[in-house]
Structures are given as structure tokens and as C-alpha cells.
């Protein structure tokens, strides 16, 4: 498998991460580097390591993980979009606003990269290296979620609550793509 296909791979999956970040972005009110850090190295990280763990599963596990990969993946966005929309709607001062931290974070860490472990059970049925491959895929979604929450930073400082509305829609959006694309 050459390196360009593996590119052309890590920056498909990496489109979710970028999306999230935007939004997580626009909700972080003062965004600096340890905000950036800490999206783009556990949206790498787990890109990486889903992928990684999608090979390991081989052929064995792939049909139940694809049964339900989708699901998880649409209810986790769901809750958070949700989330989101529901407390762009509440008052400034009660809303916490860091998606960099904590469970929120493992959470769309974990949703964005579902996706990671069907393509890792791909890679594992054409026999590819898969610590190229995974690296590869991690170090993309790094880089593109470090340029998405920058990018939606400057769309929350322009436009305030309805880019928080908007992030919130698109993450219920991003789940329901994968439902569609999965069900297809």
C-alpha cells in the first residue's frame, strides 16, 4: 500500500476530528496552546490508536464491531451536539466551556475515531503495515484538529452564540452521516 493512499486515508478520517475541533474551538472563550495541544494530541492519539486496535481485531470481530460502530459513534455526537446547542441557549455564566478537558474530551476522542478502527480492520484484511499506517493517520488528525480549533476560534469570537449553535449542528450532522454512510 503506498504512502499517498495511507495520506489520502488519514485525511478522510481526519475530517471528523477537524470538525469537532472547529466547534470545540468556537466554544473555548480564551483558546491557547495547552487547548490546541491537548485536542490535536488525544485526537491523534486515538486515531492512531483505533486504527491500531481495528488491525488487531482482524477478521474475527469485524462484522459485530461494524454492526454497532456507527451507533456508538452517532449516539456519543448526538449527546454532545446536543450539549452544545443546549447551552448556547442558557446564560454565560453557568455553562462550562472547555471541550479540551476531561471526559468531554475523551468522549469526541472517542467518537471521532471510530471510524479509525473499521479502516483498521480494513488494513488488517490487505496485510498494510499498520505502523505506518497509524502513525500516519494520527499525525494528520493532530495537525488538522490543532487547525480547526484555531479556525473555530475565530468564527466564536465573530459570531458568538450562533457559532456554538452551528458546532452543536454540526456535530449532530457529523453523527448522522456516519449512521447514513454506515446503513448504505
Not at 490546541?36 to 459485530?64: D, H, K, N, P
Not at 441557549?89 to 478502527?117: H, N, Q, Y
Request: hydrophobic share 60%; proline share 1%.
Amino acid at each position: 500500500m503506498s504512502f499517498w493512499y495511507i495520506l489520502g486515508i488519514a485525511f478522510g478520517l481526519a475530517m471528523d476530528a477537524f470538525a469537532v475541533s472547529v466547534a470545540a474551538g468556537i466554544q473555548v472563550t480564551a483558546l491557547d496552546r495547552g487547548h490546541v495541544a491537548r485536542l490535536a494530541l488525544s485526537f491523534g492519539f486515538f486515531q492512531f490508536f483505533m486504527t491500531v486496535i481495528g488491525w488487531l481485531a482482524g477478521r474475527g470481530l469485524s462484522r459485530w464491531l461494524t454492526t454497532v460502530d456507527h451507533w456508538v459513534a452517532l449516539g456519543l455526537l448526538l449527546l454532545i451536539g446536543g450539549k452544545m446547542l443546549w447551552d448556547s441557549f442558557r446564560p454565560e455564566d453557568t455553562v462550562c466551556k472547555d471541550p479540551t478537558r476531561g471526559w468531554m474530551l475523551l468522549t469526541l476522542s472517542v467518537a471521532t475515531s471510530i471510524d479509525a478502527l473499521a479502516v483498521g480492520l480494513s488494513l488488517a484484511l490487505v496485510a498494510a503495515s499498520i505502523w505506518t499506517a497509524g502513525i500516519v493517520i494520527g499525525v494528520v488528525a493532530g495537525l488538522l484538529s490543532a487547525v480547526g480549533a484555531l479556525f473555530g476560534c475565530r468564527l466564536g469570537r465573530r459570531f458568538g452564540r450562533w457559532a456554538e449553535r452551528f458546532g452543536g449542528l454540526v456535530l449532530i450532522g457529523i453523527g448522522i452521516k456516519i449512521l447514513i454512510d454506515h446503513l448504505a
